[in-house]
């Protein structure tokens, strides 16, 4: 039996370009990856990028470019950035002061499907923002944390959340405060680095 380490080896990258991000990504699941082939059995490794982004917006598989309600004439004054990327999921906005994680892990060392990945993703994201006296929860048919989640007018999403798999090794992840967000709710300024340090312990407990 191999023995499961919970603590996930972060590595914050400030403020970084969308594509270069998604990159680095593609190289880090690839390692881990290679290295499920060389040793025969599930992967220790695993990265966990929290990052950033200048205002981007991204394309899951199963999104439409019509749900992209921001005019071009807007897009192009924030000088903003779009792609197609091999996510689940539809259109989400990345910019500066919103927290993105991107874990690559392996599922088989963890001992859990995609579902239950998402289910703790999620789970990490209600402990972080409980800290700030903040009541997340789930809505039913839509992944991603929800203030609100059970009232038909004022359910707002406070993370999204879009994955995607290759040989049980996941990447992309969540991206926090899309809708709304802590300092919105609160009516006060937030530290990044007071929540990074939450989330980070959030994630390593549910893990």
Not at 18 to 40: M, P, T
Not at 81 to 90: A, E, S
Not at 125 to 150: M, N, P, Q, R
Request: with cysteine; hydrophobic share 40%; proline share 2%.
């Amino acid at each position: 039996m191999f023995k499961v380490v919970a603590n996930f080896n972060y590595n914050e990258l400030g403020l970084k370009d969308y594509k270069a991000c998604w990159d680095l990504q593609e190289e880090l699941l690839a390692e881990v990856v290679n290295d499920k082939r060389a040793i025969g059995k599930p992967s220790a490794k695993n990265h966990f990028l929290l990052v950033e982004h200048p205002h981007v917006y991204t394309l899951g598989k199963s999104g439409d470019e019509k749900n992209l309600l921001a005019a071009g004439d807007f897009l192009k004054k924030i000088e903003a950035t779009f792609y197609k990327i091999n996510r689940g999921g539809d259109i989400t906005y990345h910019g500066p002061g919103q927290i993105v994680g991107y874990p690559i892990i392996d599922l088989e060392y963890y001992k859990i499907g995609v579902r239950e990945y998402i289910e703790k993703m999620e789970n990490a994201i209600i402990a972080t923002i409980a800290e700030f006296g903040l009541t997340g929860g789930l809505k039913d048919g839509a992944t991603g944390v929800w203030l609100d989640a059970g009232h038909k007018v004022r359910a707002r999403k406070i993370c999204a959340i879009g994955v995607r798999v290759s040989r049980f090794v996941t990447m992309h992840g969540f991206a926090t405060f899309g809708v709304t967000s802590i300092q919105q709710e609160l009516g006060k300024e937030i530290s990044m680095e007071e929540v990074k340090i939450i989330l980070k312990e959030k994630f390593n407990q549910t893990f």
